[in-house]
């Protein structure tokens, strides 16, 4: 099992920035892939960015692609989300998540392929 605490969420203006932190704990060598998914009030998680553990494969939701930028510090045990041109859509709690099994290219920002979560943080943005 792999425990997983997100921090760095916040309120910033349209076109800012913030720098989400993900830090791992456990059984961490298990995990495959990492990724960060996001949960507006009244709508589904989804998917927004995903790395593969094991090289710098990365992956993302057309909504992000060019703003957002997952990364990894495998010494620290930590993965990032670092977000940029914020805009009032991304108004969301952010979730950080781990899949221990192998998962298929298609379904990398899919959530039922994660079986480890965090808490989440909140990322509000203001237009």
């Known amino acids: 099992q792999v425990q997983l605490v997100e921090s760095g969420g916040g309120s910033v203006q349209a076109g800012g920035s913030l720098r989400l932190s993900c830090a791992a704990s456990?059984?961490?060598?298990?995990?495959?892939?990492m990724g960060w998914f996001r949960q507006a009030p009244g709508k589904e998680r989804e998917g927004v960015a995903a790395?593969?553990?094991?090289?710098?494969?990365?992956y993302y939701a057309d909504s992000v692609k060019g703003r957002f930028t997952i990364s990894q510090d495998n010494a620290k045990n930590t993965v990032y989300l670092q977000m940029n041109s914020l805009k009032p859509e991304d108004t969301a709690m952010y979730y950080c998540a781990a899949a221990t099994g192998w998962v298929r290219k298609s379904e990398r920002l899919q959530r039922y392929e994660y079986n480890s979560w965090g808490q989440g943080t909140q990322v509000t943005v203001s237009s």
């Open positions: 790395i593969y553990t094991g090289g710098y494969s990365t």
């Open positions: 456990g059984n961490t060598y298990s995990s495959n892939f």
